[in-house]
């Protein structure tokens, strides 16, 4: 391939991240930096969940299930840290509505905390993306380009970049229903993000099969656009009943 | 809500389904990753070499890489595009001589690159890349039309303006496989490219030949160090220097379309290890001293190539330089050169063929002896006939150099062909240790080594149990040909080892360059491996033990006295030997002040007049790649792809804000 085509594929990793960081969070402050702090949790989370399973990797097996366990358990830890990112939140919630109180200013609105939220999620999204794709895509600037056995359809570059694309949808507006979910106290809404996470991660292991691509990436496709609609619904519903409370 | 957990079950099950099914993808890192995109070919190039009045050989066409696509090479079909052709070996020959004749089909050509030889192909039809009669313009007749190598089709003395490599049998399937793929996808946009990188300097500087590429220092001369050594050592100090001195020759250099894989089996591989046997042999015999005659045997290099080894050696014999001190050029009796020997074997008869220049009374009494030593081998079947007399004269050798210089001198050339040669690939890569055979030149080493007695003892009573003593290790033939013909145990065998520390596991008789200053003592670091084995391995069996056989970690001390196995780890034994290096290079050059130059020619030395001063040009580095390309049209799709997507994210984003500020707002 050439630099035309790497920045194509970094692009299609990353391209609507950045187009919402320069629309939505680049305009506050506050944002970019939980934008960076929830960047550096999640590399932080790898580098923890690496270090345990550095004794069983590499993993040569055949079979699926060592595969589908290390995804378990980083899955599982990764939404612990989701809980416990929630937590410093909420007392961070707590520490800037005293503050506004004093200074006599509004507290935070609903929309505030939603924005929040989506920060929270486009900082792991970003960096799934930049760990599982664009760290791959050096070589994909020089001149060749490389097909994977069991995929044999599509570039692998190109395969990566679209299932990093998915992630970082997957993430992002995972977030915003997570948060919500805690604030709410919305049982399913909680049980739905860390079950979506662990369904698209096993969805991944799909790929392993001859030809699996073709099956897992729409299926990865499906499980982004229904967190995405999941996630329009809620804000949707939580802003009209909002105003609705408001307007009474 | 209820709907979504049947779905994630059905999700779940689907998957627990699917198995993993074939290898597991290895790669662990990006340079891993890099590594499985590129991947390098290991084969053996063919270089751009230079003469005083053009270039021949192969080379990139400019200072870059060349990238083609892998085609395989059929008769019948013209190439579309510009095309990394593949070719087997059989059909190098006729496809090198189609792209002289066609330039349409030549225009087309990018690079070529050769499958190694199958074991089944059919091996009696012969490959030699040489010309009909090699080095003809230095024969001492006139008739330089006679083919003493019929088979000879010159394509190596040709120039090509594109990459010629030759495949290892690893890497011949590699590519097979790209050829395929390649054929069958035709129509998508993705094909196997090879890369070849053969940048010469010679070409980036624009220097196209010896002369002016020599003063740009762009390219080296050919040539190298040949071996001399006397047994037993010649006492320089003594007043009794007038022993008339039998001189024993044999080349130790080879060459072939391809500059690594040169391995000269049978010619004249096969003459060298012959004599190395020959002088094992003769050391083991007691009253060397009392032998009438000196004998002085001379390995060359650099013979392939204009008889640089040769001609160099009688020059500095007429300027009585420091490498051949202890040689008085008036003493040399007779000169016997030992050709190609392994394949005078023949349903268990052993067959080989004397050609003589003039006949004179060294010649004949050199043929009695030979035929002594032949009756005292009765039982060994060894037949030795004098070559056929309708040829015009000997056959291309080093003693050409001898009679061109003196056309009286005594010489005579043992070889296992009569009016043309018996090797099939002489001169091609294919020469290798399956095309000789070990009988034959065991046959030949106690024939040499029993007619060496024999002319030293001045034929005087030479009793039969002397002869039967002088036997040949039939060992050390055998150990010498695995370590010197092939890649398994190659350099790194026991024999060579125990002399020295060798560069290269793999064997190659090519002469290469001659690098810095030519001198009798040169550092060893510029000798390469095969004359430095030489060296060592003459010095050892001609020694006589030095005084307490000391180390020599301080030099050695004793007039007359050489440190032997230097570079092994017991570093070094001093030994009383006379053994030398000579420089081996074209009398046309000489070396000062940091470089080469070209001297005019000097009607004094008519073999310069002819010489065409090879050099080899300069290079970076050389290799192949292979890798996967796809077309440019799908990187710019690419593109476009990421930035719409880009794009329309953000448009999206921007819509959906708007309609959340206007819902929000409506109050």
């Known amino acids: 391939m050439t630099v035309a085509a790497g920045i194509g594929y970094a692009l299609l990793a990353l391209g609507p991240s950045l187009s919402l960081f320069v629309s939505v969070i680049s305009k506050k402050p506050f944002l970019i930096l939980t934008v960076l702090s929830s960047t550096l949790l999640w590399l932080t989370s790898l580098i923890v969940l690496s270090g345990v399973w550095r004794v069983f990797l590499p993993l040569k097996s055949t079979s699926w299930w060592p595969y589908g366990l290390l995804i378990f358990t980083s899955i599982a830890f990764q939404e612990g840290l989701r809980v416990l990112f929630w937590k410093v939140y909420k007392r961070l919630e707590d520490l800037l509505d005293n503050f506004a109180d004093k200074v006599s200013k509004p507290r935070l609105f609903q929309t505030d905390k939603m924005q929040i939220a989506l920060a929270g999620g486009l900082g792991h999204g970003v960096a799934h993306a930049v760990f599982f794709c664009l760290s791959l895509l050096t070589p994909a600037f020089g001149p060749a380009t490389f097909f994977v056995d069991r995929c044999s359809q599509i570039p692998f570059f190109l395969v990566s970049a679209i299932i990093a694309l998915a992630f970082v949808t997957i993430h992002t507006f995972s977030m915003v229903i997570a948060f919500n979910g805690y604030a709410e106290g919305n049982k399913v809404d909680q049980v739905f993000v860390p079950v979506v996470h662990l369904v698209a991660g096993m969805v991944t292991l799909v790929n392993f099969a001859s030809g699996g691509c073709i099956i897992g990436i729409p299926l990865l496709y499906f499980i982004a656009s229904l967190t995405l609609i999941h996630c329009g619904k809620m804000v949707w519903r939580r802003l009209t009943e909002n105003r609705s409370r408001q307007g009474n | ?667």
């Not at chain 2, 270039?55 to 200072?63: A, D, E, K, L, T």
């Open chain 2, 1 to 667: 809500m209820a709907i979504k957990f049947p779905y994630l079950l059905l999700l779940f099950n689907f998957h627990l389904r699917l198995s993993v099914s074939g290898q597991l993808n290895s790669m662990e890192s990006v340079p891993d990753l890099q590594k499985s995109m590129y991947k390098f070919i290991d084969g053996y190039p063919c270089v751009r070499l230079l003469n005083l009045s053009g270039v021949i050989g192969c080379s990139n066409p400019g200072r870059e890489m060349v990238v083609a696509p892998i085609v395989r090479y059929k008769n019948t079909i013209a190439l579309s595009q510009s095309s990394a052709v593949l070719v087997s070996s059989d059909e190098l020959q006729s496809f090198l001589s189609r792209i002289w004749h066609d330039s349409s089909f030549a225009g087309n050509i990018a690079g070529v690159i050769v499958e190694s030889e199958n074991e089944f192909q059919n091996k009696s039809k012969g490959f030699s890349p040489a010309g009909k009669f090699p080095l003809a313009e230095f024969a001492p007749y006139q008739n330089t039309s006679y083919e003493w190598n019929p088979i000879g089709s010159g394509i190596m003395w040709n120039a090509y303006d594109f990459p010629v490599f030759l495949l290892s049998e690893s890497s011949t399937l590699t590519l097979q496989e790209a050829a395929n793929k390649n054929e069958k996808n035709k129509k998508a946009y993705i094909a196997d490219v090879a890369e070849f990188n053969l940048v010469m300097q010679t070409t980036k500087a624009g220097t196209h030949d010896s002369e002016t590429c020599l003063k740009e220092e762009t390219c080296l001369p050919l040539g190298g160090y040949s071996v001399w050594s006397s047994l037993p050592p010649i006492n320089v100090s003594s007043s009794d220097q007038s022993k008339p001195i039998i001189l024993t020759m044999a080349s130790m250099d080879s060459a072939s379309f391809f500059r690594d894989k040169s391995l000269g089996a049978d010619s004249p591989l096969s003459g060298l290890i012959s004599l190395l046997a020959a002088i094992d042999a003769l050391s083991h015999v007691d009253g060397l001293d009392d032998l009438t005659k000196q004998l002085v045997f001379i390995f060359f290099t650099g013979e392939s190539w204009g008889y640089l080894g040769s001609r160099r050696f009688l020059y500095e014999l007429d300027l009585q330089s420091d490498a051949v001190s202890g040689l008085n050029n008036s003493l040399i009796e007779m000169a016997i050169e030992i050709g190609s020997v392994g394949k005078g074997f023949n349903q268990g008869v052993k067959r080989f063929y004397t050609h003589t220049a003039e006949v004179s009374s060294a010649t004949n009494e050199t043929l009695k002896a030979l035929k002594h030593a032949q009756d005292s081998m009765k039982s060994e079947h060894i037949i030795v006939s004098p070559a056929n007399a309708s040829n015009p004269g000997i056959p291309p050798s080093s003693l050409m150099a001898f009679l061109r210089k003196n056309s009286l001198s005594s010489g005579l050339v043992l070889e296992d062909f009569d009016s043309v040669f018996s090797n099939k690939f002489y001169h091609s890569h294919l020469d290798n240790i399956s095309n000789i055979n070990s009988s034959a030149i065991v046959a030949a080493a106690s024939l040499v080594a029993r007619t060496l007695y024999i002319l030293a003892s001045d034929n005087k009573n030479v009793s039969g149990s002397a002869l039967t003593a002088i036997s040949v290790n039939v060992s050390l033939v055998e150990e010498l040909m695995g370590c010197l013909l092939d890649c398994d145990p190659g350099l790194s065998c026991e024999l060579v080892k125990d002399y020295i520390s060798p560069t290269s596991t793999c064997p190659s008789h090519y002469a290469g360059v001659i690098l810095d200053e030519p001198s009798s003592t040169p550092y060893p670091g510029y000798v390469d491996d095969m004359s430095r084995f030489l060296w060592n391995f003459l010095a050892d069996r001609t020694s006589i033990p030095s005084e307490n056989g000391s180390s020599c970690s301080q030099g050695c001390h004793n007039k007359g006295a050489v440190c032997v196995r230097e570079e092994t780890d017991g570093k070094g034994v001093c030994v009383i030997s006379t053994t030398r290096y000579v420089p081996a290079y074209s009398t046309r050059l000489k070396f000062e002040s940091g470089t080469w130059t070209v001297l005019p020619p000097n009607s004094s030395d008519p073999m310069g007049i002819l010489d065409p001063v090879w050099t080899e040009s300069n290079w970076n580095a050389i290799g192949l790649r292979v890798y996967t390309v796809q077309d440019a049209a799908y990187d710019h799709i690419v593109l476009v792809a990421g930035i719409s997507v880009t794009v329309l994210a953000y448009l999206a984003i921007v819509t959906t804000r708007a309609v959340l500020t206007k819902a929000l707002k409506r109050d």
